[in-house]
């Protein structure tokens, strides 16, 4: 009846919402010791055959080495990055007058081409800008200092997921053969794997592969600014490698502007080095993009910007990997239980 097919929808869709919401955060560490333990099982299975040391014994000694080098550049890089926000903040006076100056430009290329004043439209822009400052200090509440204090919880939280993810990937090693044939002798988990066989073809292909190119993209475009001695290169490159992500916006979107700003400033070097930047960052993208997905997927870039905004909305930050995958899991267990018209 059309009332069950709707009803089973309906359901499949609060599931899947309620799943990635709630399920995913306490099952993340698990699923993340399952992906490693993947990894580094058969050279701890190469390493018993031919050495006899037990596998237990080299997944944990790898994943440790994996751990302490994941570690310190994570903290490497929040240093830097605290560093230069922390640079930024205190060149806040510079950049005010180096705006207002660039403002004074605007206006008077305004005052030729329209012929309205450029004291007049300098003192609406400032104005604007005067609203959009005040309402972020409003922010800036004591609600802050919650936010903080959830910004420590989740350190810990994060610490403690890494050391479950540890412990759970050396068991998940040690115990692979067995783990594995429970799985393909649990009949009720036919469904589900061809599910996740689909996702993997599909939706988790296409993350995977926009992930690698963000991170590349942000390098590329970290190192271009740090060539360009800007003292936030890596803060751009990260601004830069999120854009470039975002189906149908990418590095130009930001860079593009920046070159015109620059230009007007007399910096032609800087204005000709953004627009080489995105050239590079296409052409990367448009190399990479065959190699990491092959054949075409059917992914529309309007259903990923889509399922991209809805996600942000629904997961918030997350919802930019989010937001696909759960309209994807949605999709393809409709599919499986045959309900799509």
């Not at 240093?79 to 206006?107: D, G, P």
């Amino acid at each position: 009846m059309e009332w069950k097919r709707r009803g089973a929808i309906a359901g499949i869709l609060l599931g899947v919402y309620l799943g990635y919401k709630y399920l995913l955060p306490v099952a993340l560490p698990f699923l993340a010791a399952w992906i490693m333990a993947g990894w580094i099982y058969p050279f701890a299975k190469k390493t018993e055959k031919k050495t006899g040391i037990k596998k237990s014994v080299t997944g944990a000694f790898l994943l440790a080495v994996l751990f302490a080098a994941g570690g310190l550049l994570l903290y490497k890089g929040i240093v830097e990055l605290l560093s230069q926000i922390k640079t930024a903040v205190s060149h806040y006076q510079v950049v005010q007058s180096w705006c207002i100056s660039l403002l004074n430009q605007l206006c008077r290329m305004i005052e030729d081409i329209s012929g309205i004043a450029a004291l007049k439209s300098r003192a609406y822009l400032l104005n604007s800008f005067s609203g959009m400052q005040e309402e972020m200090i409003a922010s800036l509440s004591p609600g802050t200092l919650t936010a903080l204090f959830h910004g420590a919880k989740g350190v810990l939280m994060l610490l403690s997921g890494l050391v479950v993810t540890f412990i759970s990937a050396t068991l998940i090693i040690s115990d692979m053969e067995n783990i594995q044939k429970k799985i393909w002798d649990y009949s009720w988990l036919v469904g589900t794997r061809r599910v996740v066989r689909r996702l993997s073809r599909t939706t988790v292909t296409y993350l995977k592969a926009q992930v690698i190119i963000m991170a590349l993209v942000a390098a590329v475009c970290g190192a271009g600014f740090w060539m360009m001695k800007s003292p936030y290169f890596l803060i751009l490159g990260i601004v830069l490698g999120v854009l470039d992500a975002l189906p149908l916006i990418g590095t130009g979107t930001f860079l593009y502007p920046a070159a015109v700003i620059f230009l007007i400033r007399g910096n032609a070097g800087i204005a000709a080095g953004c627009v080489l930047l995105d050239i590079v960052t296409s052409l990367l993208r448009e190399f990479l993009e065959p190699r990491l997905l092959g054949e075409k997927l059917g992914i529309s870039p309007i259903s990923v910007l889509a399922s991209v905004y809805l996600g942000v909305i629904l997961y918030g930050g997350w919802g930019v990997l989010l937001g696909p995958l759960a309209f994807s899991t949605a999709y393809e267990i409709g599919k499986e239980w045959d309900i799509w018209d």
